[in-house]
């Protein structure tokens, strides 16, 4: 049986609130091997992350992986980290910082907005009941994964949902699953590469590089795919790219696994041997700048391309802060809360039904 944790202090008449939980992947708490070891321990622990049989994985986590990979990943983290710590934590807060400040200007001041991450700090427990705490009855959980796949959205709400089993009162909750298609989303990431290109010129060939996740999982009916390929259809049409101008592909393969192609390595690779001039990479997955963007494409991605004598290539940012996305975070929280905004409390309801309650024989 699940032990319920306590419940937070009651009042009645206490006015309901909204919670908006903007939930991301996660980082360790700083590049060295010990913290990576940490981190790579419970993110590669998740089973939607590795499908593969759980005493299986053990062995392999625990007897080759983590005895080699930490200190190799360390390295890399430390050529991205910043004096601010970790890119993707970095970026996360300013979004969250300026996605409330709009929707308690222009919504509702009394919205709580937060952001949380599936591994590492903070964790989606600890936020959870944070909103609980403060009188959030309503929390939409909204993943920073425009694309669904289940090792990463799936993951998120399992961890929510891990949390509420634990609650005696369970809030009402929301989820925004994906909006890999949203209008908003698509017009700030189109932006972002033209705001690029004006000051730096275009490229020969744009590389649209997501996230990749082994083959089986899109036989298995995962969306991911899918999604990946209208986004990236989506943003050529938006630059009026031809086809021969771009590519969908996919980073980040581990393991010996067949994953979704074509690999983005491979792609740099063959662009640099044609002797392309110049190649620009976008990672529309990656809301936020983290180590698959900074250092897998703008640093190892640069290196394969031309060391195999390609000419100029350049990362383009993700969107990271840039105005239109913020805009576009607030519309698809403000759709996904359509009915609740209409039904919250004033201060003034919510003491006129504390007195109606202290008046039926109700315990302050």
Not at 129 to 152: D, E, H, T, W
Not at 310 to 315: L, N
Not at 335 to 344: E, K, M, Q, R
Request: with cysteine; net charge negative; charged share 25%.
């Amino acid at each position: 049986m699940t032990q319920m944790l306590p419940e937070p202090s009651f009042r009645h008449g206490s006015a309901s609130k909204i919670g908006i939980l903007m939930i991301n992947l996660g980082t360790p708490e700083a590049p060295t091997a010990k913290a990576l070891r940490v981190y790579l321990k419970q993110f590669l622990s998740e089973p939607r992350i590795v499908e593969l049989p759980r005493w299986l994985w053990w062995f392999i986590l625990n007897g080759v992986i983590l005895t080699v990979r930490p200190a190799k990943s360390a390295r890399k983290y430390e050529q991205i980290w910043t004096d601010e710590g970790s890119p993707l934590k970095v970026h996360t807060e300013r979004q969250t910082a300026l996605v409330a400040a709009v929707l308690k200007e222009q919504v509702d001041p009394s919205l709580m907005v937060e952001y949380a991450m599936i591994i590492g700090n903070p964790s989606i427990a600890e936020k959870l009941q944070q909103m609980k705490a403060q009188g959030c009855n309503r929390i939409l959980v909204l993943p920073l994964f425009p694309q669904y796949a289940a090792s990463s959205t799936g993951c998120a709400l399992d961890s929510v949902f891990s949390e509420l089993r634990k609650m005696r009162t369970i809030p009402d909750i929301r989820t925004a699953r994906h909006y890999h298609d949203d209008p908003g989303y698509i017009a700030a990431l189109a932006q972002n590469v033209r705001d690029y290109w004006q000051e730096h010129g275009q490229p020969d060939k744009l590389i649209i590089s997501f996230h990749g996740v082994p083959r089986k999982t899109l036989d298995m009916g995962d969306p991911y795919h899918c999604e990946c390929q209208k986004t990236g259809r989506l943003l050529a049409e938006a630059l009026e790219l031809a086809d021969d101008r771009y590519q969908v592909c996919f980073q980040s393969r581990f393991g010996f696994a067949q994953w979704l192609s074509p690999y983005t390595s491979e792609v740099l690779e063959e662009l640099g041997k044609q002797k392309t001039g110049r190649v620009d990479v976008v990672c529309p997955g990656f809301v936020s700048d983290c180590l698959e963007t900074l250092e897998e494409i703008a640093m190892e991605g640069k290196a394969t391309f031309t060391g195999a004598g390609g000419g100029e290539f350049h990362y383009i940012p993700s969107l990271n802060e840039h105005p239109l996305w913020i805009g576009a975070i607030n519309n698809i929280i403000r759709t996904h809360l359509a009915g609740w905004l209409d039904h919250s409390f004033s201060e003034e309801a919510a003491e006129q039904s504390r007195k109606r309650a202290l008046a039926l024989g109700a315990r302050e």
